[in-house]
């Protein structure tokens, strides 16, 4: 069973159990963040930033949050595992610190190089001091080294400093399709179809199984198809983090723009074999009311599909999955 921690209207009412005692994080910018003290029984998925395309702010986002993708994975015996570095990322830095998690260690698993999949990096408070270490998993692009392509876009004249310059340590490694292991967890890459080269992760740990599908062409306005490799990373994983940008009308106008609708989510889901599905990468112009609709859009189409627990992701949700005990894990066939 998934927990689900803060933001009771939002709740599934199948899922939900009594959260672990909350401990307010006083950021210095004034955001209550949610972090929670963390058990060695359980592993929390927390959402930092959920929006796709562009950060965005304004009263009428104010409930699901204005920051880009950035995830986590954490449990008190493992470093934590992020998946993407957009502007959410800050949030989670300023948490780690509020919470005294002391030098930072990390490893990110980046879907791609679009900006609000990266934007977050040079404003992660760990990196802006000595002793943070985070390593970046990430496609390889065509025809350069993965750390010369960040170097380009991470320094002057588009930002003021070099990468190289922050006090932190960031290193990038170059990433094939397959599975690789990151401390105790198996994660497996996959390409997903989008704009560019993009991975989508599933991440094995404790005996629960998360897997991150950001950014995910549709293949045409209706179609129920589903790319055989995104199907296998998903195949019965305990939470399917998954875009879900578009309603009908507005894929209709924007088909190659590399996303899908929220029907097409709940589909990827059913075929799947999914536990729980989570609504992410919301569209900039979705305000809180929108969002609310096509969550109760999905839950409906999901109880039609026979998928039997639908979320939208919001800022300062946390899902807690309680460890499995001797759960098998996919082999891993590769390492990179
Ligand atoms: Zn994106
Ligand atoms: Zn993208």
Redesign the pocket.
């Known amino acids: 069973m998934v927990g689900v921690a803060r933001g009771a209207r939002h709740r599934s009412q199948s899922t939900v159990r009594e959260p672990l005692p909350p401990v307010r994080c006083s950021c210095p910018d004034g955001r209550q963040g949610p972090i929670r003290l963390t058990r060695g029984t359980i592993l929390d998925v927390t959402f930092y930033g959920v929006r796709?395309?562009t950060p965005c702010s304004g009263e009428s986002l104010r409930r699901y949050g204005g920051n880009?993708?950035c995830v986590v994975v954490e449990d008190d015996a493992h470093d934590p595992i992020l998946f993407d570095l957009g502007t959410g990322l800050r949030f989670y830095g300023l948490a780690h610190q509020a919470r005294g998690g002391g030098s930072f260690r990390g490893t990110a698993l980046l879907t791609?190089l679009?900006w609000?999949?990266v934007q977050g990096i040079p404003f992660f408070p760990p990196l802006l001091t000595s002793g943070g270490q985070v390593r970046v998993h990430a496609p390889a692009p065509d025809d350069e080294r993965l750390a010369d392509t960040v170097q380009r876009f991470l320094s002057p004249p588009y930002f003021p400093v070099s990468i190289d310059a922050l006090p932190g340590e960031i290193t990038f490694h170059d990433t094939q399709p397959g599975a690789f292991e990151v401390g105790a967890a198996v994660v497996h890459a996959a390409w997903v179809p989008h704009c560019g080269p993009t991975f989508g992760y599933r991440v094995e740990l404790g005996g629960r199984t998360v897997a991150y599908v950001?950014?995910h062409q549709q293949p045409g306005i209706g179609s129920t198809e589903v790319d055989g490799a995104v199907l296998d990373l998903c195949a019965g994983v305990d939470v399917l983090i998954h875009d879900a940008q578009f309603d009908d009308d507005e894929f209709a106008l924007r088909s190659d723009w590399g996303h899908c609708t929220v029907d097409y989510a709940v589909e990827v889901a059913a075929q799947a074999g999914v536990g729980t599905l989570v609504l992410f990468?919301h569209d900039p112009s979705h305000v809180d009311e929108r969002i609310d609709e096509l969550l109760d859009h999905a839950r409906q189409v999901a109880d039609r599909r026979g998928v039997t627990d639908v979320l939208a992701a919001y800022e300062g949700l946390t899902m807690s999955l309680p460890a499995v005990r001797g759960a098998r894990r996919r082999p891993v066939a590769s390492s990179t």
């Open positions: 796709g395309s880009t993708a791609h679009h609000d999949h950001s950014d990468h």
